[in-house]
Nanobody
Framework: QVQLVESGGGLVQAGGSLRLSCAAS????????VGWFRQAPGKEREIVAA????????YYADSVKGRFTISRDNAKNTAYLQMNSLKPEDTAVYYC??????????????WGQGTQVTVSS
């Protein structure tokens, strides 16, 4: 099992940037893919981006492609989500998750508690 803690959320104006971090504990972090998901009020949890255990494969939802970048540093047991050109529709609670490389929330085993991102217009 991997314990995950997100940080870096906050309030930002449209067009601004935030960098989310996902700190993991457990020696097996480097063997897991990491996914970033988000959930807005009244909506289902959706994938934002995913990265394989080595960092060699990445996936982005169409809505964030070209604006968000997922990365990881296995030596630091940390994954990141750099979010640029933020839009009000990016407002949500953002979660990181660890598990097999996939694009559905059900494929991930371990989850953080989430961090709120609010983008004002």
């Amino acid at each position: 099992q991997v314990q995950l803690v997100e940080s870096g959320g906050g309030l930002v104006q449209a067009g601004g940037s935030l960098r989310l971090s996902c700190a993991a504990s457990g020696r097996t972090f480097s063997f897991h893919a990491v996914g970033w998901f988000r959930q807005a009020p009244g909506k289902e949890r959706e994938i934002v981006a995913a990265i394989s255990w080595s960092g060699g494969s990445t996936y982005y939802a169409d809505s964030v492609k070209g604006r968000f970048t997922i990365s990881r540093d296995n030596a630091k047991n940390t994954a990141y989500l750099q979010m640029n050109s933020l839009k009000p529709e990016d407002t949500a609670v953002y979660y990181c998750a660890a598990g097999p490389y996939g694009f559905a929330a059900s494929e991930y085993d371990d989850w953080g508690q989430g961090t709120q991102v609010t983008v004002s217009s």
